[in-house]
């Protein structure tokens, strides 16, 4: 399999803070990656990075090219799209809105009606709701909504901050199920950030454990999850 | 009861232009959360090259429009110079910067043009509208063509791709980056943009109140407190702000002994401390609350 995202001796700041120390991990194209991690481990930092939405240093190539230089915006125009801790959502506008403006660097009038319509397909509920503000909708819908959001960028990366986060484990359990299937169905690349290890580890393929800044631990998620002692030690669980 | 009718209506027509100013700040203050003390000054020097452009001989409509592209490029290069550059820095600065802008506008305006009071043109005359003694074709016609231009302003932001990304861009930035928009230049054609508006209103109210370089601080004034009573996050609460002052500040000119074009400044100041303390949010205006 082709390397689709690599990260090397990324280091991160805020101010004189330094929140990364040096991570290095890759992500290969078609693959569904998880980073564990523990409140303040650096997960968050290492997602903003990628988007150039946090001082840092070290090489992140993205499909063989650098990102470094690049504004958020033009890397998101790569084909990464990033949800962020808290949805990102624009609340004072409607559900469809929403969706348009995940299109919004698209210029395919009728693959962008197409592709909402695909999105009310693995979400119905967005449909029911798509001329309400999505300010109203639940936090679940909401976490939804900017999944269905994510994806009319049409990205060839999707980068997932923490999707099961104040969510009730019923509505995560759907929310991952759909996370599964989008990757195998649209090929889109995954790289989810969680603190809820044993849920992310039997979703994904491949794992990586962050601690206070650096990479601890990498594999197969299903090792990771069989190992006892990672398991006690780093995941808590 | 006729006095009562004329001065209802002439308080829409001035209230037209109170309603593109507020809206002017408006925009501006939605993307920057900063009030532009100089867009009076940016619609007023916008207003001074029309003037010169017919002085050259070119009709109005054709100054009018030309002034339209001057002023939308204004607007982008003061924020691209000016407001870029400073747009980290803290709220002092910030205003320093808009004083600054206030001043440098109005200095080079009365350097190139003087400040001797001068007569502007309307295009659409100044006999009595349809016959009627109640309002004026100029009132008309500035209350007709600012409904205009709200109105295509408002199907912009509403059903446009441009204006669905000037409306996330100026409500979560941040957000906006991650769908891709690339919000600082958005934020320059909001400028852009209110620099249009501005010049709209200037063009229209140089008939009313002569051209010179301090013809538009008295519309700014009420400009806010237009902005302040709709609400200071809503433009169509801005655009309704506007007509009300408008009509309020021309019945109690009317009504209210005592109270003549000196007094009509204190008045809009007046009605802004009310509302700011009476409903900071305005009537339009969102209370913003923060999750924390």
């Known amino acids: 399999m082709t390397t689709l995202l690599n990260v090397k001796d990324l280091r991160a700041y805020y101010g004189q803070v330094q929140a990364l120390h040096g991570l290095n991990f890759s992500l290969s194209e078609g693959s569904l990656t998880t980073l564990l991690g523990a409140n303040g481990a650096g997960k968050t930092t290492t997602l903003r990075a990628i988007c150039n939405m946090v001082r840092s240093s070290g090489t992140i190539e993205f499909d063989g090219q650098p990102l470094s230089n690049r504004s958020t915006e033009n890397i998101v125009r790569l084909g990464i799209a990033h949800v962020p801790q808290g949805r990102g959502t624009f609340t004072n506008m409607t559900v469809e809105e929403n969706l348009q403006l995940g299109a919004i660097t698209r210029t395919d009038k009728g693959g962008i009606v197409a592709d909402i319509e695909r999105m009310y397909g693995y979400f119905p509920v967005l449909k029911q709701r798509y001329a309400q503000q999505a300010g109203t909708l639940s936090g679940g819908e909401q976490q939804m909504l900017a999944v269905a959001r994510a994806l009319m960028l049409k990205p060839r990366l999707m980068l997932l901050d923490e999707p099961s986060f104040g969510l009730a484990p019923l509505i995560v359990r759907d929310l991952f199920k759909i996370l599964g299937q989008i990757n195998r169905e649209e090929k889109v690349s995954i790289l989810v950030v969680e603190q809820n290890a044993q849920l992310a580890l039997e979703l994904a393929d491949q794992a990586y454990v962050i601690e206070t800044g650096r990479i601890v631990m990498s594999g197969a998620a299903r090792d990771i999850s069989n190992d006892e002692n990672v398991r006690k030690s780093y995941l808590g669980y | 009861m006729e006095l009562f009718i004329n001065q209802i209506l002439a308080g829409i027509a001035t209230g037209a232009i109170y309603a593109c100013m507020a809206l002017a700040v408006v925009m501006i203050y939605q993307a920057i959360d900063h009030l532009n003390f100089a867009q009076g000054e940016m619609a007023m020097f916008s207003t001074f090259v029309s003037w010169q452009l017919m002085q050259w001989g070119v009709p109005y409509w054709g100054a ?140 229209m109210i140089a008939p009313v109140v002569f051209l010179e370089p301090n013809m538009m601080l008295g519309v700014l004034i009420y400009g806010f407190a237009a902005a302040v009573l709709g609400g200071l996050t809503s433009p169509f609460g801005a655009v309704v702000g506007g007509f009300l002052v408008g009509i309020f500040e021309n019945l109690v000119g009317t009504y209210i002994p005592g109270v003549g074009n000196e007094l009509k400044l204190p008045i809009a100041l007046a009605l802004i401390i009310t509302v700011l303390v009476i409903k900071p949010a305005g009537l339009f205006g969102r209370h913003i609350v923060k999750r924390v």
């Open chain 2, 64 to 203: 009018f429009l030309i002034t339209l592209v001057f002023s939308f490029l204004g607007g982008i290069a003061i924020e691209r110079v000016l407001f870029k550059p400073l747009a980290k820095a803290p709220i002092l600065t910030q205003v320093a910067g808009f004083i600054a802008l206030y001043s440098i506008i109005n200095s080079c305006a009365g350097l190139i043009w003087d400040f001797t009071i001068k007569q502007y043109p309307t295009p659409f005359g100044s006999s009595p509208f349809l016959g009627s003694q109640l309002i004026s074709t100029h009132q008309a016609g500035m209350i007709g063509l600012t409904l205009l231009m709200l109105l295509g302003l408002f199907f912009f932001f509403r059903y446009t791709r441009m204006g669905l990304a000037m409306r996330a861009a100026a409500s979560l930035p941040e957000s906006a980056r991650l769908v891709g928009i690339n919000t600082s230049w958005m934020i320059a054609l909001g400028w852009g943009m209110a620099a249009a508006i501005g010049s709209v209103a200037g063009m």
